[in-house]
Structure formats: structure tokens, C-alpha cells
């Protein structure tokens, strides 16, 4: 089935996928030679075919029924997740927030809080510097790209984290929230993603 999850064969660290699905999981080389710096990974499955076209319609056609079919899913994924303090939905810049209507993090976020009986905390992280976007760039102008973007509540110390996105590509826009709220005293951050595309750009020829 075209939506069904991926099961097997990635890295259980940032959901990389390994050449084919029947072997182990067991991290990737960028997890080995750099731990992401969150505690737990989960994602649905891989970005191609339906799940990429359910996860444009979510985010460029606001289609609210295709939100609430992917967070359901994404819901499905999170199952056995330590109970986190608060939801927080990878934020959109103010101005981008604006030119969008909605930020479709937040409308995925929705379902997998109610599942885990946690609140939605999108205010604990915010954007706050208008960034172009990360298509087409390598690792390393994604991580310049994003440098200081992210700002922290001090309400996230001491407390344990469920950043939700939507795409995770390299997980550069991951990585540098999660950074955020742990230096902001955030106890533990768990990052859910709908949808971790196929490869690596930088790792691409
Ligand atoms: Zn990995």
C-alpha cells in the first residue's frame, strides 16, 4: 500500500533509508560520525509517491483533510513515545506565516498530541529570522542558512519535547531546533517527522 509505513531497514536515528527494506536497521554513516542531538526519532515513511503527494496537499493546498489523515498516521508512528510537556510544531517565520494562511506543522502536530494526552505548544519555539528556502542547498549551507533562526520560551526548561515536522531532508532545520531548546534548558527533545525523503542531496553523486 502506497501509504503504508516504512518498517524496516533505516537508521533508527534520523530515519535515513537503507538500500532495501528487508535489512536491519542500524545508523547511518552521517549518525555515526555525528549523533543528531535529539532522544528519539519517528517518522511514517519515506517522501515519494502518495505520502509526498498528501504531504504537498497539506502544505501548499491547505487541504485540511489530508492534515488530519497525516497526523493520524503520524499519531500511529508516535505510539510509545515517553509522554512529552508539550507538542511544538516546527515554526514558520511570522512573514511566511503570513504569505501561507497556516502553518501546517501545527495542523499535523493536532493528533498526535490528543494521542499521547500532551498539549500543543507552539509558542515554546519560534522563528525569528526570515530564512530562504532549503531546497536545492547542500548540508552545510543548510546549516548556515538556518543559524540563529530558531528562538526558545523559557518555559521549555526542564521540560521534555515533541518537535513535529512535516519534510525532513537532511535534518539541518531539525538539528538546529532541537539545539534551540536544549540550550534553553529543554530536558529532552523527540523529534516526529511525516515524511524523510529517499536520500541524502549531498550524499547524490
Ligand atoms: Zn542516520
Redesign the pocket.
Known amino acids: 500500500m502506497a501509504l503504508a509505513p516504512r518498517r524496516g531497514g533505516i537508521?533508527p536515528?534520523?530515519g535515513?533509508p537503507h538500500a532495501l527494506p528487508i535489512l536491519p536497521d542500524s545508523?547511518?554513516g552521517?549518525?555515526l560520525a555525528s549523533p543528531p542531538p535529539w532522544a528519539a526519532f519517528r517518522m511514517h515513511g519515506l517522501y515519494e509517491g502518495t505520502l509526498r503527494q498528501l504531504v504537498m496537499r497539506v502544505k501548499f493546498a491547505e487541504d485540511h483533510a489530508a492534515a488530519r489523515l497525516l497526523g493520524g498516521l503520524l499519531a500511529t508512528a508516535c505510539i510509545g513515545l515517553p509522554r512529552p510537556d508539550g507538542v511544538v510544531p516546527v515554526p514558520l517565520h511570522p512573514e511566511r506565516l503570513r504569505r501561507r494562511g497556516c502553518n501546517q506543522c501545527l495542523e499535523l502536530a493536532r493528533l498526535p498530541a490528543a494521542a499521547l494526552g500532551a498539549p500543543l505548544r507552539p509558542g515554546w519555539l519560534s522563528r525569528v529570522v526570515p530564512t530562504r528556502p532549503q531546497t536545492g542547498l547542500s548540508r552545510q549551507e543548510r546549516r548556515r542558512n538556518l543559524r540563529g533562526a530558531f528562538a526558545a520560551h523559557p518555559d521549555v526548561r526542564g521540560r521534555r519535547i515533541l518537535l513535529v515536522d512535516d519534510i525532513c531532508t537532511t535534518g539541518t532545520t531539525l538539528a538546529r531546533a532541537v539545539d534551540c531548546l536544549l540550550r534553553a534548558g529543554a530536558e529532552a527533545v523527540d523529534c516526529a517527522v511525516a515524511a524523510r525523503t529517499p536520500a541524502h542531496p549531498d550524499r547524490r553523486g
Do not use: D, K, N
Request: charged fraction near 10%; aromatic fraction near 0%; charge should be positive.
Open positions: 537508521c536515528r534520523c535515513a545508523p547511518c552521517h549518525c
